[in-house]
């Protein structure tokens, strides 16, 4: 059976996240983020069991392959066996001899210490629960909304918390602002060599082999690498960049840029225009 012995930056998010109501960790691939979040989790179910948990993915198939694997072999490494120390999808009644904390078993993990809970996917988000404690993981994906839905049903206990696992966004502003912006949440920063001790003989040598810079950047090194590389490009805003004057067209307005931009450079490549002539006749068409 696998033994955990958790990497500086894991022991660092478990122990900061203690007096945080929201913490992250955002660490590069296989930087162990899935069992600092499943030792997170299993800390709240031993700990405080009278408490609703809940553990969550960005989607369904994230969920079950990866988050809940790896939280399943993070609590066998523990000694807790499915059917003997907890049972999934079913009222713990009849097994444990306690009253469940939900009317409804689907997705609900049940612990013979009374502890319960509720696993889900963004996707398929359930209604109406409150929760006291909650690990989201792979959330650099999730719409910020979403998050905000599963933050408000944050109530169920005196100090609610919340712990999110992710690697950095490539292509998600709101979430890349609440790690890098003004008002960023408290959060560690791991690497994939911070995990090296844990991974495969080589491979991160293959990762530095195959990644391109700046997906090494942003995937290993967990550093700040939006898509196209240039993090200004989130703060495009049309009435401090554009400003009123260029009308506003509903229908793709930005393909319809890009597309005028191409035809002017190509008319007055062809033509030999004066790029200022050019410029007025378009003003003019558009008018
Ligand atoms: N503290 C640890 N002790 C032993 N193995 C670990 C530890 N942390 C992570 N691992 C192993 O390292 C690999 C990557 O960890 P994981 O948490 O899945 O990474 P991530 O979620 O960041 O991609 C997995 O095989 C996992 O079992
Ligand atoms: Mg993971």
């Not at 696998?2 to 122990?15: A, C, G, M, V």
């Not at 998050?147 to 950095?168: D, E, H, Q, Y």
Request: glycine share 8%; with cysteine.
């Amino acid at each position: 059976m696998k033994r955990y012995n958790l990497n500086p930056k894991q022991h660092q998010t478990l122990t900061a996240s203690e007096t945080e109501r929201l913490y992250a960790y955002v660490g590069g691939i296989r930087s162990g983020k899935t069992i600092t979040g499943a030792h997170w989790a299993l800390h709240n179910i031993i700990h405080q069991p009278e408490i609703k948990g809940g553990i969550f993915s960005n989607t369904v198939s994230q969920l079950n392959t990866a988050t809940l694997s790896e939280f399943i072999g993070v609590l066998e490494a523990y000694g807790l066996f499915k059917g003997e120390h907890y049972v999934a999808n079913k009222d713990p009644e009849r097994y444990f001899g306690y009253k469940s904390k939900f009317e409804k078993h689907n997705g609900v993990w049940s612990f013979m210490n009374g502890a319960q809970v509720i696993t889900f996917s963004i996707e398929t988000m359930i209604r109406g629960i409150e929760l006291g404690w909650c690990w989201g993981d792979e959330v650099q994906d999730a719409a910020i909304d979403s998050l905000n839905i599963v933050m408000g049903r944050m109530s169920g206990a005196k100090f609610p918390r919340t712990l999110w696992t992710m690697t950095p966004p490539m292509d998600n502003p709101d979430i890349d602002e609440l790690i890098w912006g003004e008002k960023a949440i408290a959060h560690t920063i791991g690497t994939t060599y911070d995990n090296k001790a844990n991974l495969p003989e080589g491979y991160i040598e293959q990762l530095e082999k195959t990644y391109d810079s700046l997906t090494f950047k942003r995937e290993v090194l967990a550093n700040r690498v939006t898509m196209s590389g240039l993090n200004w490009l989130y703060s495009f805003d049309r009435q401090k960049h554009v400003g009123a004057r260029l009308p506003t067209t509903p229908a793709c307005p930005f393909t319809l840029a890009l597309i005028l931009i191409i035809i002017h450079s190509r008319l007055s490549w062809r033509t030999g225009a004066d790029t200022k002539t050019a410029n007025n006749s378009f003003t003019t068409s558009m008018k």
